[in-house]
């Protein structure tokens, strides 16, 4: 059984059962998948050209803005802004927290039935690798498993099938334990 869908999902569970195994907390993880797939997309899209790059500051096209620290979490290689929240930590977009309730619907629209069974394939992954390693090697295994774009099919976020017998594979590979 393969499932048909885009990979920016696919990235963003994983990396919110990555950010879970990190010890953060689901709604946490949630939040911080979805801006991790969401700076990706960005990056590829200034790749390809479809985005323009963002102006430096102090460029013509404006002044230098005054640079406040701002708080973020190292993330699969990539470091997530993030706004503390009463209820926790919560990546940022634009500045604001961002919803995990709105990432847990966008997450059950993109796999459907199943969602429950791709999770748990992932969360069995992460759980076979100590956090440590795992903060290390997350990227290179989703590069591993992501949806595979059919031959010939080319475009902005065309749908690929994912194996989530690759994933078991991927977990009995490194000794199918939880670390």
């Known amino acids: ?26 709604a946490e993880a949630l939040t911080l998948g979805k801006a991790l797939a969401g700076l990706n997309a960005q990056s590829k899209g200034r790749r ?4 323009a790059p963002r102006p430096k500051s102090g460029t013509p096209s404006g002044p230098a803005e005054p640079q406040t620290p701002s708080a973020s979490v190292d993330l699969m290689g990539r470091a997530i802004p993030v706004v503390r929240t009463r209820q926790g930590v919560r990546a940022a977009d634009k500045g604001e927290a961002m919803d995990p309730s709105a990432v847990r619907r966008y997450l059950e629209s993109k796999f459907g039935e199943h969602l429950a069974e791709v999770r748990q394939a992932m969360v069995d992954l992460a759980r076979s690798y100590p956090p ?3 903060a290390d090697c997350a990227y290179g295994l989703y590069e591993r ?5 059919p031959k010939g099919e080319r475009g902005w976020g065309v749908a690929g099938e994912l194996d989530p017998a690759l994933l078991h594979r991927l977990h009995k590979a490194k000794g199918g334990k939880s670390a």
């Open 132 to 134: 440590s390693e795992l």
């Open 48 to 51: 390809l050209g479809i985005y």
């Open 1 to 26: 059984m393969t499932v048909k869908i885009n990979r920016a999902p696919v990235l963003t569970m994983w990396a919110a059962v990555v950010a879970e195994r990190l010890g953060h907390t689901e």
């Open 145 to 149: 498993f992501r949806p595979q774009v």
